[in-house]
């Protein structure tokens, strides 16, 4: 069973240019979850899916954040524009859904974005 | 959301047994309590999972008093591949609630 993949792996670009992060979760999986964490600091929750729908996106941190998830399969982030400390590592999770979110998150290899 | 507290950093040698204790004194009824590990460039893993008394299963075994203000993660005979930083969580069971990471415990196993 092929795991949550992430695209890119890592990303670097100036500030003000636009990013787009791509996760594709395990197939069948309800939940997705981005997660955020910056130099130095813990992993932050960005916001969370179900299906295509926007459970929680208490997260996101301005409005220059976009995510979309058409369809309830893959999901997409952009960061338009791109700011210095927008850098970070992107982590995209998800889960299958059984009403709760005690369930096991399975995360992806994360997008490393450098913004210069 | 109750939030827990677990040392930053701990050092061990190969082939010891490993304890990592999480504090988590305002923990609620339909609070459970999940260990993920994370590797360098890696996305956390999900570890051990328990709500009361002990729970084991092939990589850890996780140990919570009855009154469940605190949790231990054991990790039997440590190699140098367990060198990570552990996550303890709290994770809700009644329903959505978002789930947060801690700063969490770097184990640095020694050869």
């Known amino acids: 069973e092929a795991g949550v993949t992430q695209f890119p792996s890592h990303s670097v670009i100036e500030k003000g240019q636009t990013v787009t992060l791509r996760c594709d979760p395990i197939?069948?999986?309800?939940?997705l979850y981005w997660y955020r964490r910056v130099m130095g600091k813990e992993i932050k929750f960005l916001l969370h899916?179900?299906?295509?729908?926007?459970?929680?996106e208490s997260g996101m941190p301005n409005n220059r954040f976009l995510a979309e998830r058409t369809g309830g399969t893959y999901s997409t982030l952009k960061v338009q524009p791109a700011e210095l400390e927008d850098s970070g590592v992107y982590f995209c999770?998800?889960?299958?859904?059984?009403?709760?979110?005690?369930?096991?998150?399975?995360f992806g290899s994360g997008t490393q974005l450098s913004v210069l | 959301l109750a939030k827990t507290t677990q040392p930053i950093s701990m050092d061990s040698y190969e082939g010891q047994e490993v304890n990592i204790t999480c504090s988590h004194n305002n923990i609620a009824t339909n609070d459970y309590i999940t260990w993920y590990q994370q590797f360098p460039s890696q996305g956390p893993r999900f570890i051990i999972q328990?709500?009361?008394t002990k729970v084991t299963n092939e990589v850890a075994s996780l140990f919570i008093p009855a009154d469940r203000k605190s949790s231990t993660l054991s990790l039997p005979r440590v190699s140098l591949s367990d060198t990570a930083v552990y996550y303890c969580?709290?994770?809700?069971?009644?329903?959505?609630?978002?789930?947060?990471f801690g700063t969490g415990t770097k184990l640095q196993v020694i050869p």
């Open positions: 328990g709500y009361k």
């Open positions: 899916f179900v299906k295509e729908s926007k459970q929680d």
């Open positions: 999770a998800s889960s299958p859904n059984r009403g709760s979110t005690n369930e096991k998150l399975f």
């Open positions: 969580l709290l994770t809700y069971s009644g329903g959505y609630q978002k789930v947060t």
């Open positions: 197939s069948g999986h309800d939940n």
